[in-house]
């Protein structure tokens, strides 16, 4: 839509986004119906990720990754995005992977790096409890010691990657006493052959259908003392903390990209779609809406961009990330329901590249940390 181009990019990058995006139109685009019918992509398509150099590609070569930077992350992002793929949980697989990056022990990375690295591993993270969302100090699912291990009992849910996950963080209390102080992380290897593991079903959602979204319980699992990221109990919040706004600035960057490919959809439909013997945008309120809509994606992507250069730096801050995710899916939530809004009855038909990118946004505000909880975050920083 403009000759903008991101700052961070480069030859390199441009070759890798090339080969991204022809992966996803032969491995995820012709298969996106099947899975939002199935509620979970192939578990192959995890392992041709991985042998294709596409999963944890800012992991370091000696753990197996390609030694990358988060460019390439967000590169595979805003084609996913783009493409209107959000069955592929890829973002969470990321994510748990930086948990290990960031807070594991040496062992620990060497175990399971390399796994993660090549599909053999899925990654995802039990944070959310049925009465526990944004607020992680009050959750209720206890780890206590027992000898070798620790005996894990609780649920969780709205766990993304819920059906394949062959890594699982879950984060637990291991003292009831403390609130954040008694937070810590355990690592399950391979839960769904480990006694006391359960899996519940698969959750029916307004979007994002095709990703595995499932309901887990522990009675009385038993995962090795060894597994307790970083060695030491109570480090869980902070662990936590520090790796959200890498989190919220892949959702950020997600919401803009998304965005933007629901505004050339509408302005590909408006160029042909033709109303009392006009084309729709010729109409003025046509011409300015859109405009308008361009005029914040410019903005949302040069601070995206802005965001992503300094977590390349090591310097994106919490406050930061948490305006990249509140205000990249809020204007992704107004401008594709703006957007839809000129498909007239044909933006509600979900044939329609736009009904989808409706009704996968919505979550958007939600996960993450809720919009309410990024303004209270930001707001801190004005005492």
């Not at 959702?251 to 505004?263: D, F, H, T, Y």
């Not at 005029?295 to 995206?304: A, D, H, K, P, S």
């Amino acid at each position: 839509m403009s000759n903008y181009a991101s700052p961070w990019m480069n030859e390199e990058l441009e070759l890798f986004r090339d080969n991204v995006r022809k992966f996803i139109a032969a491995e995820i685009t012709p298969f996106e119906e099947q899975w939002n019918e199935e509620q979970a992509v192939n578990r192959d398509l995890w392992s041709k990720a991985g042998a294709a150099g596409l999963l944890c590609t800012d992991v370091p070569e000696a753990f197996g990754g390609a030694g990358g930077t988060f460019a390439h992350e967000a590169v595979i992002l805003e084609e996913q995005a783009r493409a209107g793929n959000t069955s592929w949980a890829k973002g969470v697989h990321e994510i748990v992977t930086h948990y290990i990056v960031g807070c594991g022990t040496l062992e620990q990375k060497q175990r399971w790096l390399p796994k993660l690295v090549a599909g053999e591993m899925v990654g995802a993270i039990a944070m959310t409890e049925p009465g526990t969302g944004s607020d992680l100090q009050a959750v209720r699912t206890r780890a206590e010691r027992q000898g070798d291990d620790y005996v894990v009992n609780g649920a969780k849910t709205f766990i993304s990657n819920g059906q394949h996950c062959g890594l699982l963080i879950i984060v637990c209390k291991t003292d009831a006493a403390e609130a954040a102080k008694g937070i810590s992380l355990l690592v399950v290897e391979q839960p769904h052959i480990q006694p006391g593991f359960r899996r519940g079903r698969l959750l029916h959602k307004i979007g994002q259908k095709g990703q595995d979204t499932a309901e887990l319980f522990f009675e009385d699992l038993r995962v090795p003392a060894e597994n307790l990221l970083g060695g030491r109990e109570g480090l869980g919040f902070y662990q936590l903390m520090n790796q959200l706004p890498r989190e919220r600035l892949i959702i950020g960057v997600g919401a803009i990209a998304a965005a933007e490919a629901a505004l050339e959809h509408t302005l590909a439909y408006t160029r042909e779609r033709k109303a009392f013997g006009k084309r729709l945008l010729e109409f003025q309120n046509t011409r300015f809406k859109l405009a308008e809509r361009k005029t914040e994606l410019t903005i949302g992507r040069v601070f995206i961009d802005h965001c992503i250069e300094r977590l390349l730096e090591g310097k994106l801050d919490a406050a930061t990330a948490s305006m990249a995710k509140w205000w990249g899916t809020q204007k992704q939530c107004e401008i594709v329901d703006e957007c839809l809004q000129f498909f007239g009855g044909y933006g509600y038909m979900l044939e329609y590249p736009i009904a989808r990118f409706y009704a996968d946004a919505r979550v958007q505000k939600i996960y993450g940390g809720t919009n309410e909880i990024m303004k209270e975050l930001i707001a801190r920083t004005l005492e």
